[in-house]
């Protein structure tokens, strides 16, 4: 569910910015949502896999577009972007166990993380330099 929201996020924002969506980019999104990937030249090998007309050239405009929005990072390679300094509106949503949910702008999860992390002692005088969260893989959910 994690991945869909920020797919979605991600396909609005490139649609703002005049991209149109097409089948090969949400292929190329999902891989980078979905898989671990280190460099554009794994994320092509996955999306030849899945559709042999994809070309290098699709999967480097891509990654370009999605670093251009602010989704993505080279620096944490294309794992979702997390910035204190990041202008993405939607950048987490955390759904509650009684169905409601807050959507977070990047600003906002910044600062849950940095006051969590100092309420249980584990940051002192640093900055939060990225946040990588796990998807759970649990039947229940209690994860």
Same mark, same amino acid.
């Given at each position: 569910m994690k991945t869909q929201m920020q797919k979605e996020m991600i396909l609005e924002k490139l649609k703002e910015n005049?991209? +149109?969506?097409?089948?090969? +980019?949400?292929?190329?999104?999902?891989?980078?949502?979905?898989?671990?990937?280190? #460099? #554009?030249?794994?994320?092509?090998?996955? =999306?030849?896999k899945k559709d042999e007309c994809i070309g290098a050239a699709t999967v480097y405009r891509m990654v370009n577009m999605l670093e251009e929005i602010?989704?993505?990072? +080279?620096?944490?390679?294309?794992?979702? =972007?997390?910035?204190?300094? #990041?202008?993405?509106?939607? =950048? #987490?949503?955390?759904?509650?166990?009684d169905e409601s949910s807050y959507n977070l702008s990047a600003k906002e999860w910044n600062e849950v993380i940095r006051r969590g992390l100092n309420a249980c002692g584990y940051l002192k005088d640093q900055g939060i330099e990225s946040v990588t969260i796990a998807g759970c893989e649990c039947e229940e959910k209690t994860c």
């Open positions: 005049g991209c +149109r969506i097409t089948r090969q +980019r949400k292929l190329i999104l999902d891989i980078i949502l979905e898989e671990d990937c280190n #460099c #554009c030249k794994e994320i092509f090998y996955k =999306a030849s602010g989704a993505i990072s +080279r620096k944490n390679m294309y794992k979702v =972007a997390y910035s204190p300094n #990041c202008l993405l509106e939607n =950048a #987490c949503t955390v759904v509650l166990d």
